[in-house]
């Protein structure tokens, strides 16, 4: 969904380093949420945000920290990368007055970690 | 579509064919389930949802058919093109408690469609 925008694409790190993963989103949705992807597997949820002051961890969120920094804002940070962090990260939002809950997601951030 | 660890359930189907793609579900509680598509290089994008006090809805060369007794989702895309190839997940929702707002997914399932 070109409304939900990740940056960057790619990114190729080394063990220990920090890193951040940012997305931005221009649907206007309170609700926005970090997903890992990794070969063969569905999508895991890391941390979610229902507002600029609620932010929740998900199933794996250990080795994850995230910012809320604008309803329009929310990134993803490894504060020491390890190799079994490599894996397909989406942001996502969702707009909650429809009460279904859809969510959009971005095109992705391919992390890979050495 | 049953999941078997890494290694995702595939449908090869000619185009024009009709395709099913098939979803177990493990929360009785959830009240929406959605399908996703993912085509290669790209993230979910949402086809169609349903609620769970109905067992069919119909979209644009889409239908999605819900079963609560065996918890079972299904897709049905009809006269599969070649653009309709990608991975396809089923994700099931509760509308309420501490899980509110939480999508749960499946592992996917692959859709090649050949010309």
């Known amino acids: 969904d070109a409304d939900v925008t990740q940056t960057p694409r790619n990114r190729i790190t080394k063990t220990g380093k920090r890193i951040m993963l940012e997305c931005s989103q221009t649907k206007g949705h309170d609700r926005m949420y970090w997903y890992r992807q990794d070969p063969g597997l569905g999508l895991r949820l890391i941390y979610y945000?229902?507002?600029?002051?609620?932010?929740n961890k998900g199933e794996i969120s250990d080795g994850y920290s995230v910012s809320r920094q604008a309803q329009a804002k929310f990134s993803l940070s490894l504060e020491s990368a390890i190799p079994n962090q490599t894996a397909l990260y989406f942001c996502a939002t969702s707009d909650p007055g429809t009460g279904r809950n859809i969510q959009y997601f971005g095109a992705g951030t391919r992390l890979s970690v050495l | 579509g049953e999941s078997v660890g890494l290694h995702l359930p595939t449908l090869s189907v000619q185009e024009g064919d009709n395709s099913i793609i098939n979803c177990a579900y493990s929360?009785?509680?959830?009240?929406?389930f959605i399908w996703y598509k993912q085509e290669s290089g790209k993230g979910p994008q949402f086809i169609i949802d349903i609620r769970s006090n109905m067992d069919k809805r119909q979209g644009q060369r889409v239908t999605v058919l819900l079963n609560k007794t065996v918890k079972h989702l299904s897709l049905q895309i009809a006269a599969t093109q070649p653009g309709d190839s990608a991975v396809y997940f089923c994700?099931?929702?509760?509308?309420?408690?501490?899980?509110?707002?939480?999508?749960?997914f499946g592992q996917g399932t692959i859709l090649t469609v050949h010309p």
């Open positions: 945000s229902f507002d600029v002051k609620d932010i």
């Open positions: 929360n009785s509680a959830s009240d929406y």
């Open positions: 994700a099931e929702f509760v509308a309420g408690g501490t899980s509110y707002g939480k999508l749960t």
